[in-house]
T-cell receptor
Framework: SAVISQKPSRDICQRGTSLTIQCQVD?????MFWYRQQPGQSLTLIAT?????????ESGFVIDKFPISRPNLTFSTLTVSNMSPEDSSIYLC?????????????FGSGTRLTVV | SQQGEEDPQALSIQEGENATMNCSYK?????LQWYRQNSGRGLVHLIL?????REKHSGRLRVTLDTSKKSSSLLITASRAADTASYFC?????????????FGKGITLSVRP
């Protein structure tokens, strides 16, 4: 199955600044997914990133706040812009993997963001 | 989109005991997946069960699916301290490249050594 390297693993940022999170996959994948997990909560899908096209954002998430890049089939970045304390969360990237007729999703190790 | 509801929210057991976690949902699904998340880390895929399957095994894991009751259970047998984590059920209502996942809020499992 795919292995995802995500960085940074954590950061503490000042409000009003931006943070870019990177995910590198060890194989080519069509779609990459970005999730947010607020403290004690479940995962919420932010957007789906396809190579060569604009990301598709879920309701409640906009490109100006969470711009995404997908320059090739193994890499993607998510930027959290103009941060506020409400953006403090774990951010995770994910890709679909298939094996022996089954499938699931592999996740990066997450970026724990604290905005002060 | 619907969200699976896990039950209980938290579970504490002794090492060696079995842990049973449940997930209920409201509308039809294509498949249901269980994931584990160790504290502050990414999610690890545990097992997938399709809507036409009733039971599946993987090592110490056993998952069941009852589509008539719209519920699933995850059983971890002979639990270990290393099983301490949060467990999420995840619903997939679409197939193929357009599938989207909806996660429940998770169950916190503590296994006491």
């Amino acid at each position: 199955s795919a292995v995802i390297s995500q960085k940074p693993s954590r950061d503490i940022c000042q409000r009003g600044t931006s943070l870019t999170i990177q995910c590198q996959v060890d194989s080519q994948v069509t779609m990459m997914f970005w999730y947010r997990q607020q403290p004690g909560q479940s995962l919420t899908l932010i957007a789906t990133a396809n190579q060569g096209s604009e990301a598709t954002y879920e309701s409640g998430f906009v490109i100006d706040k969470f711009p995404i890049s997908r320059p090739n089939l193994t890499f993607s970045t998510l930027t959290v812009s103009n941060m506020s304390p409400e953006d403090s969360s774990i951010y995770l990237c994910s890709v679909e993997v298939r094996w022996q007729g089954d499938y699931g999703y592999t996740f990066g190790s997450g970026t724990r963001l604290t905005v002060v | 989109s619907q969200q699976g509801e896990e039950d209980p929210q938290a579970l504490s057991i002794q090492e060696g005991e079995n842990a049973t976690m449940n997930c209920s949902y409201k509308t039809s699904i294509n498949n249901l997946q269980w994931y584990r998340q160790n504290s502050g880390r990414g999610l690890v895929h545990l097992i997938l069960i399709r809507s036409n399957e009733r039971e599946k095994h993987s090592g110490r894991l056993r998952v069941t699916l009852d589509t008539s009751k719209k519920s699933s259970s995850l059983l971890i047998t002979a639990s270990r301290a290393a099983d301490t984590a949060s467990y999420f059920c995840c619903l997939s209502s679409d197939t193929g490249a357009n599938s989207k996942l909806t996660f429940g809020k998770g169950i916190t499992l503590s296994v006491r050594p």
